[in-house]
Antibody, heavy 119, light 107 residues
C-alpha cells in the first residue's frame, strides 16, 4: 500500500531554515508527482508546490517562490522540502502528498510534520 | 493566481439531509476541480476529481458537478461520518489552489 512517512516535528527560530523529508513506499516513486501542502493551526490548506521525482522539475506557488526548494533522492525514494527565512506565520503542519495523475490533484498524504517557528 | 471561494462557510444539517456545497473560481478552471474531506486530526481525503469523477472507494452519495467557474459538491443523504470540513482545489496551469473550506456540522 502507498505510504508517505515524513520526518518529525521541528522547532525553529525566526530567520532559520527547515528541511522536511518524505519517504515513499508501496509504489514507483518516480511515477508520481509529489506535492507539498501546509496547514496552519485551525486554518485551511495551502499549496506550496510540486516536484516531478523523475525529472526533478518543480513548480512553486508564487508566494513561496523565493523561499522554498523541493528536491528528491530517487535512490532512497525520498522527497524533501526546504523553507528558508522562517517567520512566525510559517508555523504549520507540512504535508507531502502524492499526485493522483501528474500534478492534477492528490490521492495520498503523508502524516504531516509540525514546524513551529518561535523565538 | 486563481482564487476559489467556498460557500457557505458553515452548513448546519441533520443526518439524512441533503448537503449542497459551492465553490466559485475567480476565472475559468475548465473541469479541473477536485473536492476533499478532512476530519479533525486527519489528513484530507480525495472525494471528487475533474469536477464529477468519484475517487476510489468514495460512496455514491457524494457527487460533483459544474464547469468553468461554478462547482457544486452534493451529499445526497448525510451519514454521521460525513460531518467534516470540505475543500475544493483547482489545478489551472499546474499550479494548485485550495478554497477556504466549508464546515458541515450537525444541527
Amino acid at each position: 500500500q502507498v505510504q508517505l512517512v515524513q520526518s518529525g516535528a521541528e522547532v525553529k527560530k525566526p530567520g532559520a531554515s527547515v528541511k522536511v523529508s518524505c519517504k515513499a513506499s508501496g509504489y514507483t516513486f518516480t511515477g508520481y508527482y509529489m506535492h507539498w501542502v501546509r496547514q496552519a493551526p485551525g486554518q485551511g490548506l495551502e499549496w506550496m508546490g510540486w516536484i516531478n521525482p523523475d525529472s526533478g522539475g518543480t513548480k512553486y506557488a508564487e508566494k513561496f517562490q523565493d523561499r522554498v526548494t523541493m528536491t528528491r533522492d530517487t535512490s532512497i525514494s525520498t522527497a524533501y522540502m526546504e523553507l528558508s527565512r522562517l517567520r512566525s506565520d510559517d508555523t504549520a503542519v507540512y504535508y507531502c502528498a502524492r499526485g493522483r495523475w501528474k500534478a492534477a490533484d492528490i490521492d495520498h498524504w503523508g502524516q504531516g510534520a509540525l514546524v513551529i517557528v518561535s523565538s | 493566481e486563481i482564487v476559489l471561494t467556498q460557500s457557505p462557510a458553515t452548513l448546519s444539517l441533520s443526518p439524512g439531509e441533503r448537503a449542497t456545497l459551492s465553490c466559485r473560481a475567480s476565472q475559468s478552471v475548465s473541469n479541473y476541480l477536485a473536492w476533499y474531506q478532512q476530519k479533525p486530526g486527519q489528513t484530507p481525503r480525495l472525494l471528487i476529481y475533474d469536477a464529477s469523477n468519484r475517487a476510489t472507494g468514495i460512496p455514491a452519495r457524494f457527487s460533483g458537478s459544474g464547469s468553468g467557474t461554478d462547482f457544486t459538491l452534493t451529499i445526497s443523504s448525510l451519514e454521521p461520518e460525513d460531518f467534516a470540513v470540505y475543500y475544493c482545489q483547482q489545478r489551472s496551469n499546474w499550479r494548485l489552489t485550495f478554497g477556504g473550506g466549508t464546515k458541515v456540522e450537525i444541527k
